[in-house]
Each structure stands twice: as structure tokens, then as C-alpha cells.
């Protein structure tokens, strides 16, 4: 009797272990819904984190998530999403509150010439004046509030030079390169935008 007590206790420990092992081998598999909840609940936690750092100022809604309840590929889901974030920010509207003045004692006896457009062409000064925008707004767009550095900026015209806009310091502003397309498209509809660097920072996230 003892005997056979100690045969049902070893052989009950196997099965355990054995039933334990293979339930935590294809626990992804047995429990797919709750991982796959998982998954995407901590894929939004990451895209919520990574677009707060890169544009602190921008809002973005999430609540497209609820369309995709019944999307069951996770990553067309997780694309879907990063999609429709992508298109909050390219239809975000250009809002320049004020350009902050530059002490006339930093302005060179030039400028005032240089700042009346010629024939379309940039002003000779224009690297100047580029600089002098990079510092005063802060090394970041001033539309999605990214921080940039010189190389992946742009400066915009707030009035263009279709619609008489010059080239005084107050008349420039500084934005990022994926800002600065999305306006210009606005201005002009036939330039077409073929690459975002927000595309590249977001589909990075996609598991
Ligand atoms: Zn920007």
C-alpha cells in the first residue's frame, strides 16, 4: 500500500509537471486573447510615450483605437493606428502665437536692404538669418515643438512671397522638415510630400 501511495504521488508529480510545462511552454498560444491584448495595450503605452517626448506640445486622440476593436492582426492594427496619429499631426493647423523681437543692436547695416525680396532669390544674408531664427526659437519647430538641430530645420515665411511677405527676422520662423513640407503643400498643391520622418519614428515601434 505504501508502496503503490509513493507510485501515485511520483507519477502525479510528473503529470504536473508535465501539464505545468506544456501550459507554460504555449502559454502565448492557450491564452492568445489575453497576450494579444497585452501586446497592444503596451504597443499604445510606447506610441503615447514616444510621441509625448518627441512633440511634447501636441495632443494627440486615440479613440480611432475603438475601430480597430475587431482588427485581428495586431500589427494591421498597430500600422492603422500609427496611420491615423500621422494624419492628426499632418492636418495639425500652423499656429504662431508671436515672433520674438531681435535686438536691433544684433541687426548689420545690410539688413534692412537684404530684407526686401529680389526677384525671389534668397537674400545673401540668408545663412544669418537662418541662425539668428535657430537660436531665438529655440532650436525646436515651432509648429509641433520637436527639437531639431540646424541640418533638419527649415525657416518659413509666415506671409509668402506671393502674398508680399519679406524677409525681416519677424517674418521668419523656425519649423522641422516634416512641418515645413506639410506647409508648403498647403501653400502650393502641386509639391507633393514623399517621405516624413514621423513615418520612420512611429512604424519603428511596431512589433
Ligand atoms: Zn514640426
Redesign the pocket.
Given at each position: 500500500m505504501n508502496f503503490l501511495g509513493m507510485d501515485f504521488i511520483i507519477s502525479s508529480i510528473i503529470w504536473l509537471i508535465l501539464v505545468f510545462g506544456f501550459m507554460f511552454t504555449f502559454r502565448k498560444k492557450i491564452f492568445s486573447f489575453y497576450y494579444k491584448q497585452n501586446d497592444m495595450e503596451l504597443f499604445v503605452n510606447n506610441l503615447q510615450k514616444t510621441l509625448q517626448k518627441i512633440y511634447p506640445k501636441l495632443k494627440f486622440d486615440f479613440s480611432f483605437l475603438e475601430k480597430l476593436e475587431n482588427e485581428p492582426n495586431p500589427q494591421a492594427k498597430q500600422y492603422a493606428l500609427i496611420d491615423n496619429i500621422i494624419n492628426q499631426y499632418t492636418t495639425k493647423d500652423l499656429v504662431i502665437k508671436s515672433t520674438p523681437i531681435v535686438p536691433t543692436k544684433e541687426l548689420w547695416s545690410s539688413y534692412v536692404l537684404n530684407s526686401k525680396p529680389i526677384s525671389k532669390k534668397l537674400p545673401e544674408d540668408w545663412l544669418k538669418r537662418k541662425a539668428i531664427i535657430f537660436q531665438r526659437d529655440d532650436k525646436s519647430?515651432q509648429?509641433?515643438s520637436?527639437v531639431i538641430d540646424i541640418k533638419n530645420s527649415d525657416i518659413y515665411m509666415i506671409k509668402s512671397l506671393n502674398d508680399s511677405g519679406q524677409y525681416y527676422l519677424e517674418n521668419l520662423t523656425l519649423?522641422?522638415l516634416?512641418?515645413f513640407k506639410i506647409e508648403n503643400l498647403k501653400r502650393d498643391e502641386s509639391k507633393t510630400i514623399k517621405y516624413l520622418d514621423i513615418k520612420d519614428e512611429l512604424y519603428s515601434l511596431v512589433k
Open positions: 519647430c509648429k509641433c520637436k519649423l522641422c516634416d512641418c
